[in-house]
């Protein structure tokens, strides 16, 4: 669910598992407008579905609107994942901050003890970011975005791991980090740069961007031409549905080059 929603690849993903693993299923895009939102949600037992997952910009409503809550969801401030029970309760989830360390696990030698983070951002996929790597162990999180009091916000709310930069500072922001995430849309297909000099950032640090359209944005370029290690953000869509999948279907989905060429075959075409 999710206004729009036509742009989505979730039904390919889950598409995708469904025939491999030979269930009679079906995940479809359902465009449902604000005002109507907890409406439709209220409607999935009645309609005999599994479940569905929430995209923007219903992920903080279905916090409120769902009977049960993850307490990561609410660490978070958002349900992306909801079941519907065996009593027809809604229950929320959020698997964002799954599908990120998954993909960062599996495609790189990060390790949570190798020292301070970046993130850049502040909104949504920023929080999710810095949850994750708090659960997982970072000590330290420098949190960089455009509207220094938002990232100030953010920091306040997950003391004492994290610390707000201004934009400004950015640049300097990367000096000892070990890892960094992009988490704004800058770089995306159709939006501005992300302007940001690497000169300070340690040869061995991870950089890693949410963005997977295009799938090397000009960060993970600069990144790969000066010798870091890169981390594209296909491997997160493609993660964070494993959980889902999983309890709407009962079975536990693998992410493999097939499903990723898969995915990148549909990228490209669109």
Same mark, same amino acid.
């Given at each position: 669910?999710?206004?729009?929603?036509?742009?989505?690849?979730?039904? %390919?993903? @889950?598409?995708?598992?469904?025939?491999?693993?030979?269930? #009679?299923?079906?995940?479809?895009?359902?465009?449902?407008?604000?005002? *109507?939102?907890?409406?439709?949600? %209220?409607?999935?037992?009645?309609?005999?579905?599994?479940?569905?997952?929430?995209?923007?910009?219903?992920?903080?409503?279905?916090?409120?609107?769902?009977?049960?809550?993850?307490?990561?969801?609410?660490?978070?401030?958002?349900?992306?994942?909801?079941?519907?029970?065996? #009593?027809?309760?809604?229950?929320?989830?959020?698997? $964002?901050?799954?599908?990120?360390?998954?993909?960062?696990?599996?495609?790189? #030698?990060?390790?949570?003890?190798?020292?301070?983070? !970046?993130?850049?951002? =502040?909104?949504?996929?920023?929080?999710?970011?810095?949850?994750?790597?708090?659960?997982?162990?970072?000590?330290?999180? %420098?949190? !960089?975005? *455009?509207?220094?009091?938002?990232?100030?916000?953010?920091?306040?709310?997950? $003391?004492?791991?994290?610390?707000?930069?201004?934009? $400004?500072?950015? $640049?300097? =922001?990367?000096?000892?980090?070990?890892? !960094?995430?992009?988490?704004?849309?800058?770089?995306?297909?159709?939006?501005?740069?992300?302007?940001?000099?690497?000169?300070?950032?340690?040869?061995?640090?991870?950089?890693? #961007?949410?963005?997977?359209?295009?799938?090397?944005?000009?960060?993970? =370029?600069?990144? *790969?031409?000066?010798?870091?290690?890169? !981390?594209?953000?296909?491997?997160?869509?493609? @993660?964070?549905?494993?959980?889902?999948?999983?309890?709407?279907?009962?079975?536990?989905?693998?992410?493999?080059?097939?499903?990723?060429?898969?995915?990148?075959?549909?990228? *490209?075409?669109?």
């Amino acid at each position: 669910m999710g206004w729009p929603v036509a742009h989505s690849r979730s039904p %390919r993903l @889950h598409g995708y598992w469904l025939e491999k693993h030979g269930i #009679d299923g079906v995940y479809i895009p359902m465009a449902v407008p604000p005002e *109507r939102f907890e409406q439709a949600l %209220r409607a999935l037992p009645a309609l005999g579905l599994r479940g569905v997952n929430i995209t923007v910009p219903h992920k903080e409503t279905a916090l409120l609107a769902c009977d049960t809550v993850s307490p990561l969801a609410r660490r978070i401030g958002a349900v992306n994942t909801v079941m519907v029970g065996s #009593d027809g309760t809604l229950q929320g989830s959020n698997t $964002d901050a799954f599908g990120l360390l998954e993909n960062l696990r599996e495609r790189s #030698d990060w390790r949570a003890a190798a020292g301070p983070a !970046v993130v850049l951002g =502040a909104g949504g996929a920023a929080r999710s970011a810095c949850v994750a790597l708090i659960d997982a162990g970072v000590q330290s999180i %420098r949190i !960089v975005n *455009r509207t220094l009091e938002r990232a100030r916000e953010l920091a306040r709310a997950l $003391d004492p791991q994290c610390s707000a930069v201004s934009w $400004d500072q950015r $640049d300097e =922001a990367l000096s000892g980090a070990a890892l !960094v995430i992009n988490t704004t849309t800058l770089g995306m297909t159709g939006q501005p740069p992300l302007e940001i000099r690497l000169d300070t950032l340690p040869k061995d640090a991870i950089v890693y #961007d949410i963005v997977y359209s295009p799938l090397e944005t000009g960060l993970l =370029a600069a990144a *790969r031409a000066r010798g870091n290690k890169v !981390v594209d953000g296909l491997g997160m869509l493609l @993660h964070q549905a494993r959980p889902g999948f999983e309890g709407w279907f009962g079975v536990r989905p693998e992410v493999d080059d097939g499903l990723r060429n898969f995915i990148l075959r549909d990228l *490209r075409e669109s």
